[in-house]
């Protein structure tokens, strides 16, 4: 089932199409309209039960328990923003979430893949009023150290997002084929530390008028699940409250590993070019030879 709703900003020409998981897994549909539009919402992804587990984890990671933590807060902003990755091994709430709910029989009809790998969760909390905390235009696989196309981000909203901070997604931006410069998220004017320089510069998405501009608001629950290769981005938080989402990311059995300089989220001493990533760091989840 699809919905449609006014947008009330007019940057936005669209809205993220919509489908609802109690309907059933996603169905055809959502998965034509991810292939079209490199990202759909599926509504009530996941009940207070498994938020109250995402929030344990939470409370763990925030408290020393995962090793790869970032906590910034922007000079003039009230509130703070806080990111952590690959936390699953360390982080149990975490592990439990990603291996004993739903989310991974939600997220493999979408790959069409023989296999479901996860390769990493992420956090991302932006406090009240962290107004700078904007996350730039950005592809997420000119990150990786991946080749292949099966990669997808399943991001899950914590707390009630309006559109006003909502994530805004370059409709149907995966097919073009390119994979861009990856961008310094804390200063865009500076080159990022792992800049291929091969690619691409990121293009002036707000500036093209035949960029089609899509968001939606959401509720606890409500999960985004998007291809690697779309253009995103999101405002800061301007609100009076916390706006946090987790996220897990899966590959498929096209990705193979490239050898290449990247953040240690990433990559795997052991790996090399041509690899499939499968292994104890990147743990296959569905398919032949998963528990």
Known sequence: MSESAVITDPKISDKVST???????PGADAVMAY????????????????LA?????????????????????????AGSFSVSSQAWRQVRPFRRFIFDSHIADIAWPF?????????????????????????PW????????????????CWTALDSIPIETALRFYRGSHSLGVIHQATNFE??????????????AVPNIDADPSAEIIATAMEPGDMLVWNSHTFHSAPGNSLDRRRAAFSV?????DVTYDDVPALDTYRHPELKTGDRITCDKFPLVRGIGST
């Open 53 to 77: 587990v995402i929030e344990e984890g939470i409370d763990e990671a925030l408290s020393g328990a995962s090793t790869n933590l970032d906590i910034v807060k922007k000079k003039g902003d």
């Open 138 to 153: 950005h592809q997420d696989h000119a990150y990786y150290p991946l080749n292949g196309k099966k990669v997808i981000n």
């Open 187 to 200: 200063n865009p004017a500076e080159d990022y530390k792992h800049l291929r320089r091969e690619r691409a």
């Open 111 to 135: 790959l069409e893949s023989s296999s479901l790998t996860l390769f990493y969760d992420f956090l991302l909390i932006k406090q009240a009023h962290s107004d700078s905390a904007a996350t």
């Open 19 to 25: 489908f609802y998981v109690e309907d059933g897994w």
């Open 249 to 253: 990311n899966w590959v498929g059995d």
């Open 35 to 50: 292939k079209r539009d490199g990202v759909v919402c599926l509504r009530g992804a996941f009940g207070p039960d498994w």
